[in-house]
């Protein structure tokens, strides 16, 4: 039965396989050959796409300016989805609906349109800028749009759900009595939160960390709209390898370099996290 169970779970799970193949695997192989190629007209084997790459100084500060802007809008996003969960842990069934329906709503608008909405909201005449003028705090438009920060404010609001949720259902897991025994014995809710609600959420916090050092650092629309083409990234730098000049190869392996560097931090991030919730279970 047992075996006849494991059959029938592997045929089943096949077809999922066979896409992930497809969508996933095969373009992934294209690419990498590509890179290898010494020219698109044919395979040559060659490693010199790939030393450009790493050689370049260039090159090499937009890859560390880029996993640099991953790693503030995760840090950010982290901060502001923690009053979010919060207030989440404290509500009742009804209250929790209606965050989380909060939380969502944002996601059922294409990435493209908030970031639209964001150069609108962030423009000399936007709706900050004309709201701080018409109450008399600023004589002139602030210079929000194509800023280093204005990018890490569109990019927290566009990726919060993907923090908020996975923070929100760790917090929902914590047991309200552990809470109400610190707090008993005359903690602060600050060190309440320091010693007992941050640990107990860090697995939620950690794996919406990843995701949005993922999403944020390769956000090629969000970086290049409202970051503005004065900050290049690693993504409007691999589009103008490959459309601008035409230099598909070198776009290749500028890909592969950059998705091997996110996919290096989030392996260490996710070692270092486990090592560190291990010790705290010890």
């Not at 084997?45 to 030393?51: D, Q, S």
């Not at 996110?262 to 270092?272: D, E, Q």
């Amino acid at each position: 039965m047992r075996a006849g169970g494991a059959v029938s779970g592997y045929l089943s799970a096949a077809p999922l396989a066979l896409l992930f193949t497809v969508a996933y695997l095969v373009p992934v192989v294209i690419l990498v050959i590509i890179s290898l190629s010494a020219s698109t007209s044919g395979f040559n084997f060659t490693l010199v796409h790939y030393v450009a790459a790493l050689t370049n100084g260039f090159n090499l500060g937009i890859l560390f300016d880029t996993l640099v802007l991953g790693l503030q809008v995760s840090f950010a996003t982290m901060l502001a989805a923690y009053p979010i969960g919060l207030l989440f842990m404290r509500c009742g069934p009804r209250g929790r609906a209606i965050i989380v329906f909060l939380i969502l709503l944002p996601m059922l608008t294409n990435t493209v349109v908030r970031t639209f909405a964001w150069m609108i909201i962030l423009g000399r005449e936007g709706v900050i800028n004309i709201s701080l003028m018409s109450i008399g705090w600023i004589e002139e438009p602030l210079r929000m749009l194509y800023t280093r920060t204005g990018l890490i404010v569109a990019l927290v609001q566009i990726f919060l759900p993907l923090m908020a949720l996975p923070i929100n259902a760790s917090l929902a897991r914590i047991n309200d009595n552990l809470v109400k025994a610190a707090e008993g014995l005359g903690a602060s809710r600050f060190y309440v939160f320091r010693t007992v609600i941050l640990p107990l959420s860090l697995p939620g916090a950690i794996a919406g960390f990843l995701l949005t050092f993922a999403g944020s650092s390769t956000a090629f629309v969000s970086q290049t709209l409202v970051g503005g083409g004065r900050q290049i990234f690693m993504p409007l730098l691999i589009y103008q390898q490959a459309i601008g000049v035409q230099k598909w190869n070198a776009a290749a392996a500028l890909s592969i370099v950059f998705a091997i560097s996110i996919l290096v931090i989030v392996f260490a991030m996710n070692r270092y996290s486990r090592k560190y919730l291990r010790g705290m279970d010890a």
